[in-house]
């Protein structure tokens, strides 16, 4: 241990008080009992003094020999030895009077008186002087030497208290500074083992025990520190497991929905929604691509203000959020990061997923993983619902076919045989008066043939069409350029239906509906502007064919012209109508106006529950 130890260094500090007081006792008791080394002879001696000069009084026959001897013992060692060397001294005083009395007084008084004559009367008086100072004297020794052992008493009075004020310090030191900083740092290894680290030792000093509670409580901070970040680290680690496993069982029971329903809106914002909730991310924002359209296209959104233009079912608003929550979402403006991780099969880009999150919170690992998943998932799902369609439009494609050849093989033979016969009867030399009859029922027959023919030809043209491009926009495209082609002039086209609106079917009707109004617009109207509108209209779409020809006669519908009477009948079909008027300015306004069948899908069930 250091020499410069504070803890040793109180310890040496207070046995040296009590080494220095013990010695610091016995020196002065030393010295005081030296200084009254012979008092005691000298107290003899003086009361000696006391007899002796009453024994002078006697005047023995040796008497000149005593008053000699006397003045030996008055002025002996023992005597002048318990004297002090300060002649100022009281007691040194006190004897220089006792000797000045002898010398001047009683010796002189004593050597003078004869031996036959009585002793006078003023030689006892100044016997009895003298040995009034002798007394005093012999008293004033006997005070010094009460008093120097009254001191030696003070002495070894205040030794054996500073002594036991010393040791008893000492205790409450050990106790204070030593016990309980040890039982104190006892009890915060015994915390520590509990896995407490709450306790601290707050020692105040500088000795080994205050160095030593400041290490234990910095051990134990940072032991809380390092077993707190272990705890959230295991913490964060379970809830990412936790959120891993709801999202999987999400992934998995969302699965079989987006495969099952056919509006990729309606199965994936529920399943989007959970997603965030549980990865604490959001808005989540789908959007497809097409091979001809330039921009992608948003199909589907988990946070709107306003209904969104591809919607498909006006009576669910599980993507409408108020403004104010809208306002607190991560954004671009909002402290919010975007990831777009592409929705793709190997060989083409099937769409984006846009996924926003918190910049403060990022996005872990596990989420971005789970992420990746579940734009695969969206692939797959976006890829067989194409596959679907396509299949349904070949389905339907060859459905068609069938049926147009079977109305070519039958009907439209039959249709055939029937205009023979009609010209064999005209060839027929009838007169008489019958003939106008007869003439005018062939001509009615004719017309009523080529009426059936003409439209069997236009039945078998809408069975034998089909959609050989990947949408109706191409279709639409196309059609577009094959009458601008007929017409001379190019024909407008406006198109904005979202990905999807339409089924099969649907695209088929309304296409045959665009090409019957481009037909009549070219064929009987005359027109040199055309314009064709699709728009979506939420929850309705809307076709428009628009041409500044001549317009309908007065009829609305040409004879045996049965073009209106079919795109009526396909609104029907459709669930929709179809509107046919001349416009103000001059010529033909033809709009159609549905609801698409899956947009009716969840209302219709509800209705019928």
């Known amino acids: 241990m250091p020499s410069n130890s504070p803890l040793v260094r109180r310890i040496t500090i207070a046995v040296g008080a009590v080494v220095l007081t013990a010695v610091v006792s016995m020196a002065t008791t030393l010295v005081v009992s030296q200084s009254i080394k012979g008092n005691a002879t000298a107290i003899n001696l003086a009361g000696a003094l006391r007899m ?18 006397y003045q030996d013992r008055l002025t002996s060692v023992g005597i002048t030895r318990a004297l002090p060397a300060d002649k100022g001294h009281p007691l040194s005083r006190q004897y220089s009077e006792v000797q000045e009395s002898w010398a001047r007084t009683l010796r002189p008084a004593l050597e003078r008186q004869p031996l036959e004559r009585p002793v006078p009367a003023a030689t006892v008086t100044a016997t009895e002087q003298f040995v009034g100072e002798v007394d005093r004297l012999v008293t004033m020794l006997e005070h010094r030497t009460e008093a120097r052992v009254d001191l030696l008493y003070l002495i070894q009075l205040a030794s054996l208290c500073f002594s036991v004020l010393i040791i008893a310090a000492l205790f409450l030191d050990l106790k204070t500074r030593v016990l309980r900083p040890l039982q104190t740092l006892v009890e915060i290894a015994g915390a520590v083992g509990e896995k407490n680290f709450t306790r601290k030792a707050n020692l105040k000093g500088t000795d080994e025990l205050a160095r030593l509670g400041t290490a234990f409580d910095q051990m134990t901070s940072e032991l809380a520190l390092t077993y707190g970040e272990l705890e959230e680290r295991a913490r964060l680690k379970t809830e990412e497991l936790e959120k891993s496993h709801a999202a999987l069982q999400l992934l998995h029971a969302s699965s079989r929905n987006l495969f099952a329903n056919h509006d990729l809106c309606n199965g994936a914002v529920l399943m989007l929604q959970e997603m965030e909730q549980l990865l ?14 330039t921009e992608p296209v948003q199909a589907v959104t988990t946070a709107a203000r306003q209904r969104p233009f591809y919607c498909r079912d ?15 979402l991560p954004a671009e403006d909002n402290d919010g990061r975007r990831l777009l991780l592409p929705i793709r099969i190997p060989g083409e880009l099937l769409g984006t997923l846009e996924v926003w999150y918190p910049a403060d919170l990022g996005l872990s690992d596990t989420a971005r993983r789970l992420l990746e998943t579940l734009s695969d998932q969206l692939a797959t799902a976006i890829f067989l619902e194409r596959q679907i369609t396509e299949e349904q439009q070949l389905t339907l494609a060859e459905e068609r076919t069938v049926i147009a050849r079977e109305l070519h093989d039958s009907l439209a033979q039959s249709l055939s045989y029937l205009k023979m016969q009609v010209t064999r009867l005209r060839r027929l030399d009838i007169n008489g008066e019958q003939k106008p009859a007869h003439d005018a029922i062939l001509d009615e027959l004719s017309a009523g043939l080529n009426s059936a023919y003409r439209q069997l030809r236009e039945l078998l043209a809408t069975f034998r069409l ?41 695209e088929i009707h309304t296409l045959q509906i665009v090409r019957e109004g481009l037909a009549n617009a070219v064929k009987h109207a005359d027109a040199t502007d055309i ?11 809307r076709v428009r064919i628009r041409d500044n020809g001549k317009g309908l006669p007065a009829a609305d519908q040409p004879v045996h012209h049965y073009g209106l009477i079919i795109m009526q009948d396909r609104a029907r079909t459709l669930g929709g109508d179809v509107n046919v008027a001349n416009r103000e300015e001059g010529g033909v306004d033809v709009t159609l106006a549905f609801v698409p069948k899956i947009r009716n899908l969840i209302h219709s069930e509800v209705l019928s529950a």
């Open 531 to 541: 314009s064709v509108t699709v728009v979506f209209e939420s929850p309705q779409v």
């Open 52 to 69: 002796g000069a009453f024994q002078l009084l006697a005047r023995p026959a040796d008497q000149k020999a005593m008053i000699d001897r």
């Open 314 to 328: 006006h009576h669910c608003n599980a993507c409408l959020v108020t403004p104010e929550v809208y306002d607190e």
């Open 280 to 293: 604490g991310i959001g808005p989540i924002r789908l959007y497809l691509h097409d091979k001809e359209a």
């Open 466 to 506: 089909k959609l050989d491009t990947p949408d109706l926009a191409t279709a639409l495209r196309k059609t577009i350029e094959e009458f601008s082609g007929r017409l001379g002039k190019p024909v407008a086209l406006h198109y904005n239906l979202p990905p999807q609106t339409l089924s099969p079917n649907e």
